[in-house]
């Protein structure tokens, strides 16, 4: 009896799991801050069901700053991650 009562409940996760990868999630960690470094990380379901990561990585140097983008693609069927950086110097 509570092989089925374990099963309904497993079928009910992933009924809703599923309602819940076809809506846009936007999470952003407060991320962190050294004197010289800032990073945000914000994470999303874009609408072809792919996580997009996004981290934005700030210095501040001796000689002058610079940005870091860094976005991660991850399809969810082949389990490839896509990952493409920018930097730009100022």
Do not use: C, W
């Not at 996760?13 to 819940?20: G, K």
């Not at 874009?46 to 700030?58: D, M, S």
């Not at 140097?61 to 969810?76: C, E, I, K, L």
């Amino acid at each position: 009896m509570m092989r089925y009562v374990v099963v309904a409940a497993g079928a009910i996760a992933m009924m809703s799991s599923v309602a819940l990868a076809e809506t846009t999630v936007v999470r952003t960690s407060p991320g962190y801050m050294t004197p010289h470094k800032s990073v945000v990380v914000k994470k999303r379901v874009n609408r072809y069901g792919q996580l997009v990561k996004v981290k934005k990585i700030h210095r501040d140097g001796f000689y002058g700053s610079s940005s870091t983008r860094v976005r991660s693609v991850t399809d969810p069927a082949t389990g490839v991650t896509t990952k493409t950086r920018t930097t730009v110097r100022e």
